[in-house]
């Protein structure tokens, strides 16, 4: 059976997509079902090769996640090579449906399922919102809201 691949992304990929991957990726293992995934990050307007926020790495590392991998931008190709994509904000969300539009070259594949991540965690919510600025508590609701969506989207995609 071929891996799920599963794409997070926010706006830099540096502070929601990374955490949202690490705390997938370190879910998937508790599980024991880590080789089923291809789990990554991108950014609609990445800083190419920037280290995660560290703000973002602080929640990882007290919940016992490292954060590795550097920001990418993320590309129309990426909406076909994935199965899932997850999606921080709508913000984001406009710039993905732009990248889903009409080809000259046409259809590359099967379009990924492309979902807001914050709804997995609460079917009324619509963004995750962005922690920078907000202190260390910020950032810790944010691992919760990612917590919760990434626990739900497992629970989904290994039933």
């Given amino acids: 059976?071929?891996?799920?691949?599963?794409l997070f992304v926010c706006y830099a990929n540096m502070t929601r997509s990374p955490l949202a991957a690490g705390v997938f990726?370190?879910?998937a293992t508790q599980r024991g079902v880590l080789d089923r995934f291809v789990i990554d990050s991108a950014g609609i307007s990445?800083?190419?090769?920037?280290?995660?926020?560290?703000?973002?790495?602080?929640i990882a590392a007290m919940h016992g996640i490292a954060l590795?991998?550097?920001s990418r931008q993320m590309t129309r190709t990426d909406l076909f090579d994935h199965d899932h994509v997850l999606v921080a904000d709508h913000h984001v969300a406009r710039r993905i449906q732009q990248l889903m539009g009409?080809?000259?070259?046409?259809?590359?594949?099967?379009p990924a399922r492309v979902r807001m991540l914050?709804?997995?965690?609460?079917p009324t919510a619509v963004d995750v919102p962005d922690p920078v600025g907000g202190?260390?508590?910020?950032?810790?609701?944010?691992?919760?809201?990612?917590?919760?969506?990434?626990?739900?989207?497992?629970?989904?995609?290994?039933?």
Avoid at 102 to 110: C, D, E, L, N, T
Avoid at 118 to 122: K, V
Avoid at 141 to 150: E, G, I, K, Q, S
């Fill in 1 to 6: 059976m071929p891996a799920i691949r599963v």
């Fill in 135 to 159: 202190g260390p508590a910020g950032y810790a609701a944010l691992y919760v809201t990612v917590h919760r969506a990434c626990t739900a989207l497992l629970d989904e995609l290994t039933r």
């Fill in 46 to 58: 990445a800083y190419e090769g920037s280290a995660p926020d560290p703000g973002s790495v602080t």
């Fill in 25 to 27: 990726r370190h879910l």
């Fill in 118 to 122: 914050a709804s997995l965690a609460d």
């Fill in 102 to 110: 009409g080809s000259a070259f046409g259809q590359i594949g099967v």
């Fill in 68 to 70: 590795t991998g550097v």
